[in-house]
């Protein structure tokens, strides 16, 4: 994969959108309209079907088909990730875009949501093949009354001032809107990664009417971080969270003790 280019300071002539909900979410129809404000045009690559959870995996062991719904649009049996690739590397290698943009994501992606999050996936993916992305998200506690129109409303002027802006080549950003009106949100605030989203991961399992016992992943919830610079305490105060999101891994804390054990672990 190549390395990463500098954000845009201009707006984009051509912007990708992918998502995890898949190619019908409602979330991406929403993120449609928000970058038809953006850019003349708009490509969409998104999966078939829903691939929530799926980070940035890819499918390397079978085939990915492609499937053209129309203009410039596209759907792909495969993940999030592989979505950017076929789009970059195979339906747009002379044209790439200015921007991807991932989502609208159907719930928040926080603290340690966000290393299994598809809708981050897809845009850690663009960046390391050296496109400025962003990856946004909705959340929500009653589906039935998703605040969809809060993101149409803020999302474009956001878009506009981030992209004027500017942000390192190496960072992908993350944002999570608010369970609330446009017109109660507070404001934005730049964030880190928050704790206690997920304790845990339990098995729930159910019988079929065949007789076969499915299993169910299901998440459990830890103490919740409160910090005020943490995505999920903006969350509660109505403000976007606007988290800046690396590919290092690498653990920050204090290394002296590891580097010791780690010299010791051979004997030489």
């Known amino acids: 994969m190549t390395s990463a280019t500098a954000a845009p300071r201009r707006m984009p002539a051509r912007i990708l959108l992918t998502n995890d909900d898949g190619i019908d979410g409602e979330g991406l129809a929403v993120l449609e309209q928000i970058a038809r404000e953006l ?51 195979y339906l747009m290698p002379d044209t790439k875009p200015d921007l991807v943009l991932s989502g609208i994501n159907r719930g928040a992606n926080l603290a340690e949501e966000v290393i299994y999050s598809g809708t981050v996936g897809a845009a850690t993916t663009a960046q390391l093949m050296g496109i400025p992305a962003i990856a946004l998200s909705q959340t929500f506690r009653d589906p039935a009354f998703i605040p969809w129109d809060t993101p149409r409303t803020l ?16 960072v992908t950003l993350s944002l999570n809107f608010p369970d609330c009106a446009a017109d109660e949100v507070r404001g934005a605030r730049l964030t880190r990664q928050g704790r206690g989203m997920i304790g845990g991961i339990r098995i729930e399992s159910t019988v079929d009417h065949h007789g076969d016992t499915d299993l169910w992943l299901r998440f459990d919830r830890a103490g919740l971080d409160r910090t005020e610079d943490c995505d999920i305490q903006a969350l509660r105060d109505r403000h976007v969270s606007v988290t800046p999101l690396g590919v290092d891994r690498s653990w920050a804390g204090d290394r002296a003790p590891l580097a010791a054990l780690a010299q010791g672990l051979i004997d030489r």
């Open 39 to 89: 850019a003349p045009e708009v490509w969409v690559v998104a999966p078939s079907r829903d691939s929530s959870g799926g980070s940035t995996a890819l499918t390397i062991r079978r085939p990915l088909r492609v499937h053209e719904l129309g203009p410039r649009r596209y759907r792909v049996d495969g993940t999030p990730a592989d979505c950017v690739a076929v789009a970059l590397s």
């Open 155 to 170: 999302a474009p002027g956001m878009l506009r001032r981030l992209i004027q802006a500017g942000w390192p080549a190496n």
